[in-house]
């Protein structure tokens, strides 16, 4: 009750610190939210793509439908596979049509073959997996051909690696950089009470009574400053989406999680701050 | 209730600080510590409150040996000492009342006995009148008073006072030591550090004189250690 108390006097006591310290991490937090925005797009992008790639295996003219429904039901039991398909050359004839329209009086009945299908699962859509998929396709007598699209399969696994690694090295470094300005903002207010914890410690508060309304007063901030950020961010996603492209924004679980990290960072900050100054001393 | 038994005391970049202190310091007694600047004074009075540990050499104060002194115990050895420096080291956005209360807040007191308590405390130092006061508003003798009263909150064993009148005029000296009589002939052992030779001559009570970091007259021996300089 007491380090409540104590917490509150001191974001009251030095208004201008108290704000300054949560402008810091709001900032810090938006950079760190803008940065999350970019990323969550990207991947969602790359995740949309990857969803569409497929592999096709072109069954040979003349095979039974009772060997093509084998086979469909064998790739169906791959581990790797999603789902898959058994499309008929009616069925090809139709998609063709309507996915280059202006080319659909070209497309005439018995021009394209039967085909399977297939769309492996999350996690499995990297070029080496296909690759087997479809030499596990390949191996039966009756499909003329497999094409999954190779080349583009692999330029877009290229790019979404880059894009995670990228993200990640970026990421940490935001955050190191948001932890680093915090913990200086937070330090700057304990030094601005050093002779409240020296008369703390003279008349023998333990170190983790003295620490208690930093640590509360570090939290609030972080608080205050993950949701100043969010704010931020969501005004910046809004003006994207108005003026620029459409975007998607954090779900509520990433929100909640933001915030959680502004009073994580706040308390963090604090913790090292106020550990800091005691050791020193 | 003070023991120190040959201690010595190095600093990494000033060097040695006390050599071969030894002296002990009864319950209810009262001592000056004298001595020039950079003597030594602060030093034996930090280690009395655990602020500076022996490089060699041991110091036992209220049963707690400081060489095998945790985190914790220092803070409970320091709920038995009352410290009051010649800077008063009050806290500015408080009243008179709050300062005090602010010791017995943080020590853990139940919130029952402190309105009393910080009553009876600033009676006895005769600011009862201006409880509500900021240190602003105070005088110097004003504000070692309080200081003093924030050294009672937890019924020290022993007061440990730097320097208290250093700031102080001979009026308000005379009324700070003579309220540190007070408080050391209500039990409480008093170690008082002060360049104030008059103040030691009107008193007589034990004087340790210490001058570069050795012990050179303690007036309970009536004669200087052996090798003293």
Redesign the interface.
Known sequence: M?ALREAVRGLR?APLLSALSVTTIAFSLFAFGLFGLVAINIRQTLQQVEERVEIRAFIAEGTPIEASSALLGDVQAFPEVQSAMLVSPRDALERARSELKEFADIFEEGLLPSSIDVHLREGFRDPVTMRAVAARLDAYDFVDEVRYGEEWVEKLYRLRTIAGLAGTTLGVTFAVVAMIIIGATIRMTVLART??I??????????G??RAPFLIEGCVKGVLGGACALLLTYVAHQALTRWVMSASFFDTRLAVLGLASGALLGLLGSAVSVGRHLRER | MIRFAHVHKEFTRTGAALADVTFQVAKGEFVFLTGPSGAGKSTILKMIYAAERPTTGEVVVAGHAMSTLGGRDVALLRRKLGVVFQDFRLLEDRSAEANVAFALEVTGAPADTIAPKVARLLTQVGLASKATSFPGELSGGEQQRVAIARALVNDPMVLIADEPTGNLDDRATRGVFQLLREINAAGTAVMMATHDIELIKRADFRTIEVNRGKIVLDSATDAPPAGAA
Request: hydrophobic fraction near 50%; glycine fraction near 6%.
């Open positions: 007491l006591r002779r409240e020296e008369v703390m410690r003279l008349v023998g508060a333990t170190d009574f003295i």
